[in-house]
């Protein structure tokens, strides 16, 4: 044969393996050829080979690479203790909605074993590799009555695909939810193939309970009943004795799956905003353009569908920027996968994987950040399955092939042919192994959108609660990697030192304050000249010439040395003193900053939420005799440290920038402070004041302005 007709032939519907003629319902039974066991055999060895290959990739040094933890991450595991400790919600609406299944997931997980730091990805690493056997069902499945060597390229190839696919190894190696997705979507359709296949109502069972977990899931799994839907549609159109005699194992499986959904279901009834505030965030850059939605929908379609072989995802946390998803060998195997399907779309077997793989990829061609291999993660096994097709189609080629040859000639053309597709999808594989655990696990872009330099001092914050009184800076402990690190250690306390200082009043043990160098480079000066007696006891890892963190430890018994610029004593409501200021000029041009620094200290401890005023007030007429010009109102810390975080005798070392607009007139002006609550905008009043003082409010300073 020439090559043209091998081309052809590949092609070829009738050629694709002996197929014998299909059955009343319109699917292909499924056929043995030789010794059932040897198949057994090899084909339970390749399984075996490619499951243990893709756990492999997914276990293996999982707190290293990637690095640190995500702030999702953190938040699921921090979730999953909440369930441990009796907190069962139907949907969780913190971190603007997440769905629950992968907490839930964290959570069994560390009742069976313990609280991990790696817990979410442990539960990620399962779901990818179950993935893979789960994969090699339905392309046995699908493949129904072909040639038994046929069936097992197509196999081995979809799960060698997936096994080491690095957008699949990515979200398999992250404690996030959506590597849920492929899961449940390829047991629904495994499920839903050997029902159609066989009639044994269990399967559409099976595949109604999938396919309803799969919300609970990721919400990308909302697009498969549109996916179930188009292969009903797909059948009404070509398969109408199989619809006709499976209708009622479809129905069973959208009735069970309904039942599954229910619960979730009547709480996105009861709390409409949680359905839809995600996607309402995540589409309105493309949806919500008017006449130039269409535009924009195009231009993430083909965006999308350029991520395969020419520029994937662009975001480094989930992708090595720009990398294609598929590499050439792998997407011309893919091509002529879909060139398979479309010559014979009128079989559902193969019009299936095109359905699952449009279908799947609209939750990207319908958001922002196209392509965004998150939110069409669902089209992995679709995409492994197409060039699994790809690749059978060429091994029969090969087998065509080599039959014209002469019989001296047609087992080394064979086999040499046989190699090189060997050595091509293995070099495919190397090379996504290569790319992810050489190229993208190492590269220092993840330091950031990973927290690596958070995740190492919380590390630090968590061996030194309770033997110290610790303080963090600038990382509030609210946040999810600190309370996930020291969910069983509470205590530590954090201010944000880019703008503040929070200084400890002498205690009997030693006060540790751990600086994230890499965001905060004025805390550790600024302690050192508080507390000269102090030493660094630690260091983290370097980020360059910046280490992660350092801990600054304060001897027990030590108290701060300060020396404000200007000395005063002001109390307010006999719980807030202040005893001096910074500032650094009298006079000032319009148009300039007031830098002013204030020292406080707590006397008692406090419940009530406060926020301080400093204003610049001078010529002009208000209701308080005196128009504000500038001002600068936040809670201490800007924020990172409110007064119910107070202890009694801490000193707080507060920072406000006042612009004096570039039109203010001429004159003498007054630097007055106090305090108020933001909700009732009521003060605290002044108990004692040794400098000029109203009711509610202490005149630090007089300023002239002029040039």
Not at 413 to 420: E, L
Not at 648 to 655: H, K, L, M, N, T
Request: one cysteine or more; a neutral charge.
């Amino acid at each position: 044969a020439c090559p043209w007709q091998v081309f052809r032939v590949q092609f070829e519907p009738s050629r694709l393996g002996p197929l014998p003629t299909r059955g009343s319902n319109g699917i292909y039974p499924f056929t043995w050829r030789g010794s059932m066991r040897s198949r057994w055999k090899l084909n339970g060895l390749l399984l075996l080979l490619l499951t243990g290959l893709g756990a492999a990739l997914r276990f293996f040094r999982l707190t290293q690479f990637p690095p640190g933890l995500h702030f999702d991450e953190a938040f699921h595991q921090v979730e999953a203790i909440g369930v441990l400790n009796g907190y069962r919600p139907v949907y969780f609406a913190e971190n603007m909605g997440m769905d629950p299944m992968h907490i839930y997931l964290v959570a069994v997980l560390y009742r069976l074993i313990g609280v991990s730091e790696i817990g979410g990805r442990i539960v990620s690493a399962i779901a990818g590799t179950l993935t893979l056997p789960a994969l090699w069902w339905l392309a046995q499945e699908l493949s129904a009555g072909w040639d038994q060597r046929l069936r097992t390229a197509l196999s081995a190839s979809s799960a060698l695909v997936l096994a080491t696919l690095q957008w699949h190894i990515t979200f398999s190696r992250t404690g996030i939810q959506p590597v849920l997705v492929p899961l449940l979507l390829t047991l629904t359709m495994g499920a839903l193939w050997r029902g159609l296949r066989t009639g044994h109502w269990g399967w559409f069972i099976v595949a109604g309970l999938s396919m309803g977990a799969g919300p609970y899931a990721y919400s990308a799994s909302r697009f498969v009943p549109l996916l179930v839907v188009g292969l009903v549609l797909w059948l009404l159109a070509f398969e109408r004795e199989t619809l006709r005699s499976r209708w009622k194992g479809l129905l069973l499986s959208v009735a069970v799956s309904v039942v599954v959904f229910a619960p979730l279901g009547l709480y996105f009834y009861e709390h409409p905003q949680w359905f839809t505030l995600r996607a309402s965030q995540v589409t309105s850059a493309t949806l919500g353009q008017g006449s130039g939605a269409a535009q924009a929908l195009g231009e993430n379609a083909v965006k999308t569908l350029a991520s395969f072989t020419f520029r994937g995802d662009r975001d480094p946390i989930r992708n090595l920027p720009g990398r294609p998803a598929l590499d050439l060998f792998q997407s011309l195997l893919f091509a002529a996968g879909i060139g398979l399907c479309l010559r014979n779309v009128r079989r559902p077997a193969y019009a299936a994987p095109l359905l699952w793989l449009g279908v799947m990829l609209l939750p990207t061609v319908l958001t922002e950040y196209a392509p965004h291999f998150g939110r069409s993660l669902g089209a992995t096994p679709a995409v492994a399955l197409l060039v699994g097709l790809g690749t059978a189609t060429v091994w029969q080629g090969i087998e065509r092939f080599a039959a014209s040859r002469a019989d001296r000639t047609r087992s080394v053309v064979r086999s040499a042919a046989a190699v090189a597709l060997c050595a091509g999808l293995i070099a495919s594989a190397g090379g996504h192994i290569y790319s992810y655990f050489m190229r993208w696990g190492t590269s220092p872009d993840l330091y950031l959108p990973y927290d690596v330099s958070l995740f190492a001092a919380s590390k630090a914050v968590r061996e030194r609660v309770p033997e110290a009184e610790v303080y963090l800076s600038p990382i509030s402990v609210g946040h999810p990697i600190l309370r996930f690190m020291t969910w069983d250690r509470p205590g530590a306390r954090s201010y944000d030192g880019r703008y503040s200082l929070v200084l400890s009043p002498p205690r009997e043990r030693p006060v540790d304050y751990v600086i994230v160098s890499t965001m905060d480079r004025r805390s550790l000066a600024r302690l050192q000249d508080a507390y000269p007696g102090g030493t660094i006891v630690d260091r983290g890892v370097y980020e360059g010439e910046v280490p992660y963190y350092q801990v600054y430890r304060v001897p027990p018994g030590s108290e701060a040395h300060l020396a404000p610029q200007h000395t005063v004593e002001i109390v307010w409501d006999d719980r807030i003193e202040q005893f001096g200021y910074d500032l650094g000029k009298e006079r000032y041009r319009p148009g300039e900053d007031i830098v002013l620094t204030t020292y406080w200290r707590s006397h008692v401890p406090m419940e009530e939420a406060y926020t301080v005023f400093t204003h610049l007030v001078g010529p002009g007429q208000d209701s308080a005799g005196g128009a504000v010009w500038a001002g600068s109102d936040h809670e201490p810390g800007r924020g990172s440290y409110p007064t119910p975080a107070w202890q009694p005798g801490e000193v707080i070392v507060d920072e406000f920038v006042l612009s004096i607009p570039a039109d203010t007139p001429p004159g003498e002006y007054s630097l007055e402070v106090g305090f108020y609550q933001w909700h009732t905008l009521q003060r605290l009043p002044v108990s004692y004041a040794d400098v000029e003082a109203g009711a509610d409010h202490a005149i630090l300073a007089k300023i002239t302005v002029g040039d």
